[in-house]
C-alpha cells in the first residue's frame, strides 16, 4: 500500500523546542543554534483591521512563509522523521508538506505507521490533514481488506493518490482520460496562439521547440507511451507548423524530426523522445549497451567482453575457432604494469592494428577507479539528447548535409533560414514539382514564362534573376546551361566579411526575396525585383548582419606571481599530437612539451596537452596557474 501524508499546516505549528533539539543533534554548535533560534523566535504579526494593522503579536511556535531560511529548517526537522521511517524498513518519500510511505498492506503495518505518526506529531507539532491525506492498495489486496486497513489508519482509501508535475502517480496510460487531456492541453495552446499570425521559423522556435514540447516531457520520461498517442502528438504538431493546410507538406515530419545536421530541423518524435528518456532509467541501472568504459587501475574491465577500445567488445575481433582458447576472466589490469601497458602481453592480443589502438588508450598519472561513461557524448555524460540522437543516427544524412551545417550557423532571420533548409533539401513547392502531381498547373517560369520553373532557373538562369545578381556584384557568367545552383551555394564562403555579411548569407537573403510570392507575381516585375534586392543589401543587411571586423587575438601575460600554461593538439593522418607551453608574467618560456600520442582524437589530444602540462607545473611547484586553449569543451570539463 502506498499512504500520502498531507501535513496541516506545516510551517505555522512546527514547534521550536523540537527545531533546536534537531539543529543540536545534527551537530551544530550551540552559539549557531541560538543565533538561528533568536531569527525565529524573534518574529512578531499584524492584522490587517479594515486597511489597517491592528499590532503586533508574537507567535509561540512555526517557521516564518517566504523566509529564506524557512525551507532549510523544514528539511532539517523532516529528517528525524525519515531516519525514523527507514529504521521500521518503510520507503519513504517527501516533498515539502506532502510525504509517500510505502509498506505492506497488513494490520501490523498499519499500526506501525500509526505510532509513527502520533509520535512524530508528538514532539513535533505537526498534525495531518484526513481530509487531503490518502491510501493507495495495489490490485492483489481485498475490497475487505482495503475497509479494515483504511479504519486502522484512519484515512480515506482513493483509487489514486494524486497527481505529481501534472501527471498521475499512478499508471498514467491506464485511464485513456489522461492521454486526451494532455493532448487537450497542447492544441489548447496551439489555438490561442493563432498560427496564421506566425512564420513557420515562429511557430518552430517559439512554440513546438520552446514551449509546447515541453508539456508532455515529464510524462514521457515516467512511462512507456502507446503507439497510438505518439501518433496524435506528432500530428498535432505535424498540423501546428505547416499551418493545418490541407495540402500536401513538402517535407515528411519523420525527415523534420532528426538533427539539423542530418538535414531535418531538431524537432523531436514523441516515441523516440520517450524511448529516450526512459533510456535515462536504464543508464542509471548500468543496462544501457552505448556504455563505454575509462581505463582507471583496470580491475573492474572485463578484457575480451566489455567496451574500452572500440564500441563494440574486443572478443568480436576474434575468429570463432580461436575463442575456446582465450580466458574471459582476464582484465584490463592483467596487461598493465606499473600504470603503463606491458606491450609484451597486448602482442598475443592480435594484430598490430590493434596494438596501437591499445597502446594508444590514455593511461591516468596514478592508479584511479574504472569509470563507465555515455558513449555517444563526446564528455561521456548520459542526455536525453544524445540517447535521441543514437536512436536516428540510422537514418540516412542528406547529401547537402555540409550546406545546410553552413546554413544552420549563419545570422541570418529564422523565417530565411526555414526557406533556405527547404530550398537546400529542394522541397520548395515549385511550378515543376507541383504539376506532377496537379497537371492543371503550367509547370513555366510565372516570371519569364519561357522556361520550366525549377530552382536552376528561377535562382540562377531566369534573365530577371540574373538582373539581380549583376546588381550585387555576384557574377552570372557561370551560370551555364548545366549549371547546379545547390552546387553553387555549397562553394560560397560562410565567414565573415569585411564589408558586411558573408557570402553564403547575401546569397540565400536575395534567393528569399526572389521567391517572395508577392514579389514574384506582382506586374512591373524586373523593376521591382531590381528595386527590392538593391535596398535589402544596401539598407537592410549590413544593418541585420551587424558590421564584423577581423579578430586579432594576442597572447596576454598572466598577472605577477602567475603563470600561464597554453596547451593544444592536432591529429595528421590518423596520428594524433598534444603540446604545451608555460610562460611567465614577462612571457619567458618557462618550460614546453610535446608528443606523439598515436592513433587517436583532437579531444584526447587537447586533453593529454592540458593533463601533462599541469602535470609539470605541479612538480615545479607553482600552483598560480592560468589555463588556456582553444577547445570549448575540454575548458567545460575542467569547470565542471
Known amino acids: 500500500m502506498a499512504v500520502k501524508l498531507d501535513l496541516e499546516k506545516a510551517y505555522d505549528v512546527l514547534d521550536w523546542a523540537y527545531i533546536k533539539t534537531c539543529l543540536l543533534q545534527f551537530g551544530f554548535s550551540d552559539g549557531w543554534c541560538s543565533r538561528v533560534m533568536n531569527c525565529i523566535t524573534s518574529t512578531s504579526f499584524s492584522v490587517l483591521v479594515n486597511g489597517s494593522p491592528s499590532g503586533y503579536f508574537t507567535p509561540s511556535r512555526g517557521i516564518r512563509q517566504g523566509d529564506p531560511l524557512s525551507p532549510y529548517i523544514f528539511i532539517l526537522c523532516m529528517e528525524p522523521f525519515i531516519r525514523h521511517c527507514n529504521s521500521l524498513a518503510l520507503v519513504s518519500k517527501t516533498n515539502v508538506d506532502d510525504c509517500l510511505i510505502f509498506d505492506k498492506a497488513t494490520p501490523v503495518a498499519a499500526r506501525n505507521i500509526n505510532k509513527l505518526l502520533l509520535s512524530f506529531s508528538e514532539v513535533s507539532g505537526q498534525n495531518l490533514n484526513l481530509h487531503k491525506s490518502t491510501v493507495y492498495f495495489s490490485n492483489n489486496v481485498t475490497a475487505s481488506s482495503r475497509a479494515n486497513l483504511s479504519n486502522i489508519l484512519q484515512i480515506q482509501h482513493k483509487a489514486t493518490i494524486g497527481r505529481y508535475l501534472g501527471i498521475s502517480n499512478i499508471v498514467f496510460w491506464k485511464d485513456p482520460l489522461n492521454a486526451k487531456t494532455m493532448i487537450e492541453r497542447i492544441k489548447g495552446k496551439f489555438a490561442g496562439w493563432k498560427a496564421q499570425t506566425l512564420s513557420r521559423a515562429g511557430r518552430l522556435t517559439l512554440l513546438i521547440k520552446a514551449s509546447v514540447s515541453g508539456i508532455p516531457n515529464h510524462t514521457l ?110 582484465v584490463v589490469a592483467d596487461f598493465l604494469t606499473d600504470q603503463c601497458w606491458n606491450i609484451v602481453k597486448l602482442k598475443d592480443v592480435g594484430d598490430d592494428d590493434i596494438l596501437d589502438k591499445i597502446i594508444s588508450i590514455p593511461l591516468p598519472l596514478a592508479p ?74 503550367n509547370p513555366d517560369c510565372p516570371i519569364c514564362n519561357s522556361h520550366s520553373e525549377t530552382i536552376n532557373h528561377l535562382f540562377a538562369t531566369c534573365s530577371f534573376t540574373q538582373s539581380i545578381w549583376s546588381c550585387t556584384n555576384m557574377d552570372p557568367a557561370s551560370f551555364a546551361s548545366n549549371f547546379d545552383f545547390l552546387t553553387w551555394l555549397g562553394t560560397l564562403p560562410a565567414g565573415s566579411a569585411p564589408d558586411g555579411p558573408n557570402a553564403l548569407s547575401k546569397a540565400l537573403l536575395i534567393c528569399w526575396q526572389i521567391w517572395e510570392p508577392e514579389i514574384t507575381r506582382s506586374s512591373n516585375m524586373l523593376l521591382l525585383i531590381l528595386s527590392v534586392g538593391l535596398e535589402l543589401w544596401n539598407q537592410n543587411v549590413k544593418h541585420v548582419m551587424g558590421p564584423s571586423a577581423p579578430l586579432h587575438i594576442k597572447w596576454k601575460p598572466p598577472p605577477r606571481g602567475w603563470v600561464k600554461l597554453n596547451f593544444d593538439g592536432s591529429v595528421r593522418n590518423n596520428v594524433a599530437a598534444s603540446g604545451f607551453v608555460i610562460r611567465d608574467s614577462d612571457g619567458h618560456v618557462l618550460l614546453a612539451g610535446a608528443k606523439n600520442i598515436g592513433d587517436n582524437t583532437i579531444s584526447v589530444a587537447e586533453c593529454l596537452a592540458l593533463r601533462d602540462g599541469l602535470a609539470y607545473a605541479i612538480h615545479r611547484g607553482w600552483r598560480n596557474i592560468l589555463v588556456e586553449g582553444d577547445s570549448k569543451l575540454i575548458i567545460d570539463c575542467v569547470k565542471q
Open 368 to 441: 584511479l577507479e574504472d569509470q563507465l561513461i555515455w558513449g555517444p557524448d563526446p564528455k561521456g555524460i548520459f542526455s536525453i539528447k544524445s540517447a535521441y540522437n543514437v536512436q536516428v543516427q540510422d537514418a540516412t544524412s542528406h547529401p547537402q548535409a555540409a550546406l545546410l551545417k553552413k546554413m544552420w550557423g549563419l545570422t541570418i532571420p529564422p523565417k530565411v533560414k526555414i526557406f533556405s533548409w527547404l530550398l537546400i533539401r529542394k522541397r520548395l513547392q515549385l511550378r515543376s514539382h507541383l504539376h506532377r502531381f496537379l497537371p492543371h498547373i
Open 221 to 330: 520520461s515516467c512511462f512507456k507511451c502507446p503507439p497510438e498517442v505518439s501518433k496524435e502528438m506528432n500530428s498535432t504538431f505535424r498540423k501546428f507548423f505547416w499551418g493545418n493546410q490541407t495540402k500536401i507538406p513538402p517535407v515528411s515530419w519523420k525527415h523534420i524530426c532528426v538533427p539539423k545536421e542530418m538535414g531535418g530541423l531538431g524537432v523531436r518524435l514523441a516515441s523516440q523522445f520517450n524511448k529516450a528518456a526512459l533510456a535515462k532509467l536504464g543508464w542509471i541501472c548500468l543496462t544501457n549497451d552505448s556504455n563505454w568504459w575509462i581505463v582507471g587501475n583496470g580491475k573492474s574491465i572485463p578484457f575480451w567482453t566489455a567496451h574500452w577500445v572500440f564500441p563494440f567488445p574486443l572478443l568480436d575481433l576474434i575468429p570463432g575457432t580461436q575463442r575456446s582458447s582465450l580466458n574471459l576472466q582476464l
